[in-house]
């Protein structure tokens, strides 16, 4: 995201129905998710806010400055782009997809209008929240998050499964097949034995489900041998999935939990209980909150998943490992883990995945997120030269680099941008007391030793107004 960008995203937003020109708030939504080169792309010569008094501006919450902001992006001086949304079509075990974007088993998929509203809104499809024989009795509250900048960097529930009954849900899986038979309904479910995995797979028979995914992932329930509990030990992840196999006539996938230390063993179990695929991650078990009484020293503390941006490198790590497992060639991995960009989607499915997961992101943000990943990721798509997004699967796996393989023969120095500094001397602190001491303080502004700075970049990340960047030159180490 910009830096500069503190739009509200409002909905209905009262900028564009000022402007009455053009739609401010939809410019503004596809910068802050990282979308500039598609805003740039349908940017004529002259720009309505050229000639306008920024009324927009008036309206506004916060009295964010629209103008200005819109003016500051470069006019697209080529000819424009049509976008071939054609480009992002793709499959799940066979079944056409119009994109490889997909709800994922939570609350965000978990009514009719919910699902219907998402699928008019341009979502391929979606994986139904997990439906089970059991008695489902929510906590409240039940979500909790890690801030910055008001922006959930890191999501924390204890959210369980469908409260509605499996014949209430049956009906809305019918509802939504005939209402909108050309988006893919995944449902997900869930049994507490053999018995009910049996009984829930054959119920789903009929026509009301494309597929199905096996919940072994959620860390939330509160019945044993359910969840992440199942999916811990391949042993059981084996024998449900067989059971599925004979119960179904649909293709499944086993949804796998990240509490474990090497996922592509449950993986395997699941290939071999005749599962068509896999899908990762779930939420990572943890601590949702503690909370200290300091007068009468009592504590709480509860057990939830996490979810959201902070999770997506652990997600990106599992996708890798299961993109390079050999059992799972030819098999569907669909991902999912802090995805909010179109670049964060097509980093999984570089790694191997052939679809992509979302809740947490649509949760803050509403399900016209999908927007920008459709337009984002069908213009980079055309860029790389790829006839379809299927082009792409897979592509990084021999990229990775083991940590015992990296060339260590240069430093890369920082470089420091006078212009944008503002004394605020942190990279000067963090170096002196985090690094290298390879900062020193002249006239208010930072200046670097290179006999001491060894390349770490923690400058970088600590600079809070972007004065300090990369210079993306190598400089051989010097020996000894």
Not at 413 to 433: A, E, K
């Amino acid at each position: 995201m910009n830096k500069r960008n503190n739009c509200l995203l409002c909905h209905d937003a009262a900028c564009t129905r000022e402007c009455g020109v053009m739609e401010p708030d939809r410019i503004l939504r596809s910068l802050y998710f990282e979308n500039k080169d598609v805003v740039i792309n349908e940017l004529s010569e002259k720009i309505a806010c050229t000639d306008c008094d920024g009324r927009c501006e008036g309206k506004c919450p916060i009295h964010f400055n629209i103008r200005d902001t819109i003016l500051s992006l470069p006019i697209n001086d080529g000819e424009k782009v049509e976008i071939d949304y054609d480009i992002l079509k793709t499959d799940f075990c066979g079944i056409p997809l119009e994109n490889p974007f997909l709800l994922s088993s939570s609350v965000v998929a978990s009514t009719y209008d919910m699902c219907a509203r998402a699928f008019e809104a341009g979502w391929a499809g979606a994986a139904f929240k997990t439906i089970c024989l059991m008695d489902i009795e929510e906590a409240s509250p039940r979500f909790a998050a890690i801030k910055d900048n008001e922006r959930i960097i890191g999501f924390k529930n204890i959210e369980q499964l469908s409260e509605h009954s499996v014949a209430e849900n049956i009906e809305v899986f019918k509802r939504l097949k005939k209402d909108y038979p050309h988006k893919f309904l995944l449902v997900s479910i869930m049994g507490r034995d053999e018995k009910e995995w049996a009984y829930l797979a054959s119920l789903l028979n009929e026509e009301c489900a494309d597929a199905l995914e096996l919940n072994f992932s959620c860390p939330n329930m509160t019945e044993d041998a359910t969840g992440s509990d199942v999916g811990q030990i391949p042993e059981l992840v084996e024998k449900y999935c067989r059971v599925v196999k004979e119960n179904t006539k649909l293709p499944f996938i086993a949804k796998l939990t990240p509490n474990v230390t090497h996922i592509e063993e449950a993986a395997d179990a699941a290939i071999r209980g005749g599962a068509d695929g896999v899908a990762a991650i779930n939420t990572i078990k943890s601590l949702i909150e503690v909370i200290l009484n300091m007068k009468n020293r009592s504590y709480l503390a509860s057990i939830g998943g996490y979810s959201g941006k902070a999770v997506k490198p652990i997600a990106l790590r599992y996708i890798a490992e299961l993109g390079k497992d050999e059992n799972l060639q030819g098999k569907h991995i669909s991902a999912m883990g802090g995805i909010e960009t179109w670049e964060d989607a097509l980093e999984y499915i570089s790694l191997g995945a052939t679809t992509v997961q979302v809740t947490t992101a649509v949760m803050e943000y509403g399900y016209r997120i999908i927007d920008d990943l459709r337009s984002g990721a069908a213009l980079c798509l055309m860029r790389l030269g790829c006839k379809s997004v299927k082009d792409l699967i897979g592509q990084c796996l021999d990229e990775i680099v083991p940590t015992e393989e990296l060339d260590r023969s240069f430093v890369i120095y920082p470089r420091f941008l006078r212009q944008n500094c503002v004394g605020c001397q942190r990279c000067y602190l963090s170096c002196m007391d985090g690094g290298h001491q390879a900062i020193r303080i002249k006239d208010g502004y930072p200046v670097l030793d290179p006999e001491k700075c060894v390349g770490c970049h923690l400058c970088v990340l600590v600079c809070p107004n972007g004065a300090i960047e990369s210079s993306r030159i190598k400089v051989p180490k010097k020996k000894g």
